[in-house]
């Protein structure tokens, strides 16, 4: 079992950042690939970001790409999102989720959830 809990969350203007983070706890952290999703209520849960296990490679969603960074500290059992130039169509519920091995790319192959943090990102 690996337990996942995010947190950086909150309300932010057009234009501006914020970091995630997404602290786990249980099995060994670096075993696992992880990732980054958001859900606005009433749509499916899409992709944001991934990272392999090493933290060697980092994939997006081409919506993201060149305003988000996904990086690991593997000391920290941690996982972080840098969210840069944010829109307000970033406006979101965000999750983080682990994936034993390969990296999580779809909701339907992940294995471990967090509880998810509220991005609001006003025009």
């Known amino acids: 079992q690996v337990h996942l809990v995010e947190s950086g969350g909150g309300l932010v203007q057009a234009g501006g950042s914020l970091r995630l983070s997404c602290a786990a706890s249980?099995?060994?952290?670096?075993?696992?690939?992880m990732g980054w999703f958001r859900q606005v209520s009433g749509k499916k849960r899409e992709f944001v970001a991934a990272?392999?296990?090493?933290?060697?490679?980092?994939y997006y969603a081409d919506s993201v790409k060149g305003r988000f960074t996904i990086s690991r500290d593997n000391a920290k059992d941690t996982v972080y999102l840098q969210m840069n130039s944010l829109k307000p169509e970033d406006t979101a519920v965000y999750y983080c989720a682990a994936r034993i091995r390969a990296i999580p790319t779809h909701e339907e192959n992940c294995d471990y959830w967090g509880q998810g943090t509220q991005v609001t990102v006003s025009s």
């Open positions: 990272i392999t296990r090493s933290g060697g490679s980092t």
């Open positions: 249980g099995r060994t952290f670096s075993n696992y690939a």
